[in-house]
C-alpha cells in the first residue's frame, strides 16, 4: 500500500507540477565557455556567500612575485556562475600549500556567522595549522594550540554542530572535532574505518522512509582513499549523530579510488523530493606503479 501511495504522489508531481525531468539529465555535462582569465587546474573548492571558492594548490611551476619558483598557490579565486571568475588575492597571508582542506562553518563564537576554513595541507611538510576569513579576502590564523597532528590529504566536515577533521597523511584514522573554530578540539575515542588519506567526506540528509513521517537525520558519509601498502579502498562509511561510526559497505560497485569527490545533492526529482537527496561519487584516481604514477577516472555514481 505504500508503494502505491509513492507511485501516486510521483505521478502528481509529474502532471500537476513540474515535467518530471528526463533520467539522463543527471549524465549530461556541459564545459562552461571561457569568458576570461581562469586559475589553473587545482583545488581545495567550497561554496560560500553565493559563490564558488578555489584557494590555493599545487599547479606548475611558476614565479611568485617575490621572485620564488614554486608549484604550490596560496591565492584565491571565486565565480558567481563557474564560468566568470575574479581573483580575490593572489598571495594570502597563509603560506602557499595544496593537499589542505576548505569547509564552511557556522561559527558559534561569531553568533553563528558563516566562516571559510582552510586547514593542513602540505607546506611543503605536512601542517596542522587552521586558518578562517569571514568574506575571504582576510585570512585569520587561530592562535591556540592544535591538538591533532599536522597532515594533508585528510577530509573535514560540519556536521550536526559540529566540525570534524578526518584521516589524512602520513596514514592515520584519527578523528577530531569541535563545537567552533575558536574553541577547543576533542578526539573521537573509537574508529571503525582503517587508516587512509586522499578519501573523501560529506554531510548528507536522509529523510525517513514512513509515510506520513517528515522527520529527516543528518548524518556523515566517509569513502574510498588509499590505506596501508598504498591499497585503494572502495568503503563507505555513516557517521551519526551519536558519533558511532557504521559500515554502509565493505566493496561499492564502483572501483577503488583517492582523490575523489563526493557531494549530497538535492536534484529536484521526485525520487529526491521523497526520499531527500542522493549523493554522488565524480572522479578520483588509482595510484599505479613504475612509469604510470596516476590512473584517473571521470565517471558519476549517485546512491
Known amino acids: 500500500m505504500e508503494w502505491i501511495l509513492i507511485v501516486f504522489v510521483c505521478l502528481l508531481l509529474c502532471v500537476y507540477g513540474s515535467q518530471c525531468p528526463n533520467p539522463n539529465d543527471t549524465s549530461t555535462w556541459t564545459m562552461l565557455p571561457t569568458t576570461n582569465q581562469r586559475f589553473e587546474p587545482r583545488h581545495a573548492s567550497a561554496v560560500f556567500h553565493g559563490k564558488i571558492w578555489i584557494v590555493g594548490g599545487q599547479s606548475d611551476i ?19 556562475d563557474g564560468d566568470v571568475w575574479t581573483q580575490v588575492i593572489d598571495e594570502s597571508q597563509f603560506p602557499r600549500r595544496y593537499g589542505h582542506t576548505l ?8 553568533n553563528q556567522a558563516p566562516i571559510m576554513v582552510l586547514m593542513g595541507g602540505y607546506t611543503p611538510m605536512p601542517a596542522n595549522d587552521i586558518w578562517y576569513t569571514i568574506d575571504g579576502s582576510t585570512w585569520t590564523q587561530v592562535s591556540y594550540t592544535i591538538p591533532w597532528a599536522p597532515r594533508g590529504w585528510h577530509c573535514a566536515i560540519a556536521l550536526n554542530k559540529y566540525f570534524y577533521v578526518m584521516g589524512g597523511s602520513p596514514l592515520n584514522n584519527e578523528v577530531c572535532m569541535m563545537h567552533c ?3 577547543n578540539w576533542k578526539q573521537m575515542s573509537s574508529v571503525a574505518w ?3 588519506a586522499g578519501h573523501a ?28 601498502d598504498t591499497q585503494m579502498l572502495n568503503d563507505v562509511w555513516t557517521l551519526d549523530n551519536t558519533n558511532t561510526w557504521s559500515l ?20 529536484h526529482t521526485p525520487s529526491d523530493f521523497l526520499f531527500g537527496p542522493r549523493l554522488w561519487l565524480l572522479g578520483g584516481g588509482r595510484i599505479g606503479r613504475g612509469v ?6 571521470s565517471d558519476v555514481w549517485q546512491s
Open 201 to 228: 567526506c560529506t554531510p548528507h540528509t536522509i529523510k525517513n522512509a514512513s509515510i506520513g513521517d517528515a522527520s529527516s537525520q543528518e548524518i556523515g558519509v566517509l569513502l574510498a582513499g588509499w590505506g596501508n
Open 62 to 80: 611558476y614565479t611568485t612575485r617575490h621572485l620564488i619558483q614554486t608549484t604550490r598557490r596560496s591565492d584565491v579565486w571565486n565565480s558567481y
Open 181 to 183: 573554530v575558536l574553541g
Open 103 to 110: 569547509t564552511v562553518f557556522n561559527e558559534k563564537s561569531l
Open 194 to 196: 582503517s587508516a587512509r
Open 248 to 267: 554502509a559497505t565493505s566493496e561499492a560497485p564502483w572501483p577503488v579510488r583517492a582523490f575523489t569527490s563526493v557531494i549530497s545533492l538535492q536534484s
Open 292 to 297: 604510470f604514477p596516476m590512473y584517473t577516472y
